[in-house]
């Protein structure tokens, strides 16, 4: 059995497979999702209880991204992932939206650093706790 559900967004498809493949390993049900169409489906169908997210995807600006996990009403716990130098406001306006921001884990990123992030969100699951970032930048 899974330990939670894992929403990877991000656009690249080897890294993605790269953290499907790490997130598995730990016991995440994992699905990765490319394009900033299949976010409000993907939320709503696999109703993941952790997301990781690349801000900078396919077919959407960096605000685009938030705004529509903002508009899918998940609760899942977010992570940022980015290279961009826009992730900083994206958290603010993500948690303005309402949503629970984990973390951020700055591109590029060492693996350690990706399994850090990912036992945070497994341990955040299992207890039922909410941890929302409080000043972790992972990266």
Known sequence: MADGRLLVIEDERDLGLLIEHVAQSMGFETQVIRTLADVWDS???FRPTAILADLTIVGGK???VITRLAESSTGALIVIMSGS???RAAEVVAENLGLKIAGILDKPFRLI??????????F???TGRDERRQDRTIG
Do not use: E, F, K, N
Not at 113 to 122: D, Y
């Open 62 to 64: 960096d605000s685009d």
């Open 43 to 45: 939320v709503d169908s």
């Open 113 to 122: 650093q990706l399994r850090s992030v990912l036992h945070s969100l497994m």
């Open 85 to 87: 130098g826009y992730r």
């Open 124 to 126: 955040a699951h299992a």
